[in-house]
């Protein structure tokens, strides 16, 4: 348990950063899930639209701490290679 002012102040802050963190974290999580599904049923239109609506939501992610800069490139990469090989 923390025993000084500023431990106590430092896991209060902890606490609110945690919660922030946990709702940018779900809500990447469901940009991503709406991609696979568009993927998933097939629909290159779809896909290609909540591609785009993903893709800022990663980035921000990224910029924030939430996730690294290279795993949101990556997850985005990954994405847009399966979006593009639905019509093929």
Known sequence: ??????AKKATRKIARRTDVNKARRSRMR?????????????????AEAALKAAQPELQRAATKGVVHRNTASRKVSRLASRVNAIGA
């Open 1 to 6: 348990m923390a025993n000084t002012t500023s």
């Open 30 to 46: 469901s940009f991503i899930r709406k991609v696979e599904e568009a993927i998933a049923s097939g629909d290159k239109t779809a």
